[in-house]
């Protein structure tokens, strides 16, 4: 088992920076690709980004490609989305998931954080 928490979202303007943190609890979760999906309202929940458990390979949906970046440390059971030059469009609840292999789909994911809602103004 691994329970997921995410923390970090908030209220912040165009063009500016938050960073999202997942922390992971359970043995296993070292052995665990994780990924951030992202929902906002009324709209199905989209991938964002992706990471391997051993940090070898990220990948990342178009729209956020070069502004947003994932990094973790299994030393600390946790999961980073570096989010920068926001866009009023990136405004969603973001979520964390644990699966394994990577995967862009959110059926290969096994575990999810309850999600962190991110607002960004114009």
């Known amino acids: 088992q691994v329970q997921l928490v995410e923390s970090g979202g908030g209220l912040v303007q165009a063009g500016d920076s938050l960073r999202l943190s997942c922390a992971a609890s359970?043995?296993?979760?070292?052995?665990?690709?994780a990924g951030w999906f992202r929902q906002a309202p009324g709209k199905e929940r989209e991938f964002v980004g992706g990471?391997?458990?051993?940090?070898?390979?990220?990948y990342y949906s178009d729209s956020v490609k070069g502004r947003f970046t994932i990094s973790r440390s299994n030393a600390q059971n946790t999961v980073w989305l570096q989010m920068n030059s926001l866009k009023p469009e990136d405004t969603a609840v973001y979520y964390c998931?644990?699966?394994?292999?990577?995967?862009?789909?959110?059926?290969?994911?096994?575990?999810w954080g309850q999600g962190t809602q991110v607002t960004v103004s114009s």
């Open positions: 998931a644990a699966g394994r292999p990577l995967g862009r789909a959110s059926t290969d994911y096994d575990y």
């Open positions: 990471i391997t458990w051993n940090s070898a390979i990220t």
């Open positions: 359970g043995r296993t979760f070292n052995f665990y690709a």
